[in-house]
């Protein structure tokens, strides 16, 4: 294998390791300026997108212990990776699905180490950020004390 090759299967595989978020989507009709747009808002939330070839992908992600097949991945492929605020990051994934309609797909993935599907994603983006839930947390302690004055 060469060096170029084997240095995009360690990072691949160094991603699904380490990382609380992954998703892999496919994806079609993409321009630059959309993908960059896209890359930012990413950034912005603290996650990372990568493009890969599907084979390269198959085999960091095989060797990581993570197994999709190849027929459900159709167009171009892309990663999603994030260290931190996965919620964040799906919630914006979504949002640019939502935007730029029949551009994504999301084909699965994982959250926090346990394997996800497109759905399991959707879900997740529906939660709240964790400020959010902090707040909501504090609002339900707070309550009581509020109504004692």
């Known amino acids: 294998m060469r060096a170029e090759k084997q240095y995009l299967l360690d990072e691949i595989k160094e991603g699904i390791d380490n990382s609380d978020l992954m998703m892999v989507m496919?994806?079609?009709?993409?321009?630059?300026?959309?993908?960059?747009?896209?890359?930012?808002?990413?950034?912005?939330?603290?996650?990372?997108?990568?493009?890969?070839?599907?084979?390269?992908?198959?085999?960091?992600?095989?060797?990581?212990g993570f197994v999709l097949q190849y027929k459900d991945m159709r167009g171009h492929i892309g990663l999603v990776f994030s260290e931190k605020e996965p919620v964040l990051i799906t919630q914006a994934i979504y949002k640019f699905c939502k935007d730029n309609e029949q551009v994504l797909e999301i084909i699965g993935g994982h959250f926090q180490k346990k394997p996800c599907t497109a759905a399991d994603f959707e879900k997740?983006?529906?939660?709240?950020?964790?400020?959010?839930?902090?707040?909501?947390?504090?609002?339900?302690?707070?309550?009581?004390?509020?109504e004692t004055l």
Do not use: H
């Open 26 to 64: 496919s994806y079609q009709k993409l321009d630059a300026n959309k993908t960059a747009n896209f890359r930012k808002e990413l950034t912005k939330s603290g996650g990372s997108m990568l493009v890969v070839k599907k084979r390269v992908f198959l085999k960091a992600a095989e060797s990581a």
């Open 124 to 146: 997740i983006s529906k939660l709240p950020s964790l400020d959010q839930m902090r707040s909501q947390f504090l609002g339900v302690l707070e309550a009581p004390m509020a």
